[in-house]
DNA sequence: GAGTGATTTCGATGACCGTCTATCCCTGCT
DNA sequence: AGCAGGGATAGACGGTCATCGAAATCACTC
């Protein structure tokens, strides 16, 4: 994953910004992402896990708050996984979803760098996914 | 525009995260706007618009941009202009299109609600979201 | 008020997406 | 080994979307 510019400069409201457009490919790389967070279900979906105790969550805990069928959720799942967003650990029977904050947050970067962009007095004490 | 609740809570990382999930409702008006963010022309003209001189841009400064005919740029104005994205003023012969940067900002405080949530000594020196 | 350039709207077309049913895989239990 | 249940895959169907060419709208100019 490279590392792609913000969207907006910090104060694109009130000055001619200097941030650089997007480039077509990295254009690409992040309309997949956000075309996955793009439907309703998917958004509630890695809501849910990410609400979910501990932070994950089996399919069977979602399954139960939509309207759909099992393969449809999956295929949801599916959706995120590939772009990104979560990822799935079978454990026994049950297979374990996951948010992937990194990624997630990353996206909240580009579109909004971090409306206090570059403090240094904030050291911003992340950095334990187990990837 | 209601106040729609974090998709992560602030540290869904280590915790057994007890921000609620997004209700369907919500979910729905979400996914449009981030629907409309999912494909790499519209993330494209965002940026542009937001990149270009003074935070706003005609059609004409856009369309060079891509190998797509004007329609098909007008298009995806129109997309982001009824997902809230971006404004359109004609002034004179030309519209000038602007990106709503307090939606966008608020976007990306919903996919992470500001990755270093509450430090103190992180003095935001801005807060004007009228919204 | 007719001409010209900029931009949008209108239909049409081909591709993609969300959902379903049916089926298969994997794990744990008897 | 056989069975039951959680979950994924395969294939199909209907709806939506991106793109185009052509026509319509808007505003400035002569």
């Known amino acids: 994953m490279s590392k792609l510019l913000p969207l907006l400069s ?5 000055s001619n910004a200097p941030s650089a457009p997007l480039s077509a ?3 690409v790389d ?4 956000f075309k996955a967070l793009g439907d309703p279900v998917r958004l509630r979906l890695v809501s849910l896990i990410a609400a979910h105790e501990g932070g994950e969550a089996c399919v069977c805990d979602l399954t139960g708050a939509f309207d759909l069928t099992g393969p ?3 295929h949801h799942l599916k959706v995120l996984r590939l772009a990104g967003l979560i990822t799935g650990e079978r454990r ?3 297979i374990y979803y996951r948010v992937q904050t990194e990624v997630i947050g990353h996206l909240a970067e580009i579109l ?4 206090t962009p570059l403090a240094p007095t904030c050291t911003p004490e ?6």
């Open 10 to 14: 910090p104060s694109a409201t009130h």
């Open 25 to 27: 490919e990295d254009a």
């Open 30 to 33: 992040l309309a997949a992402a």
């Open 72 to 74: 449809t959720i999956s």
């Open 92 to 94: 026994g029977t049950w």
């Open 112 to 115: 909004a760098p971090t409306t």
């Open 126 to 131: 992340e950095s334990d996914l187990p990837a």
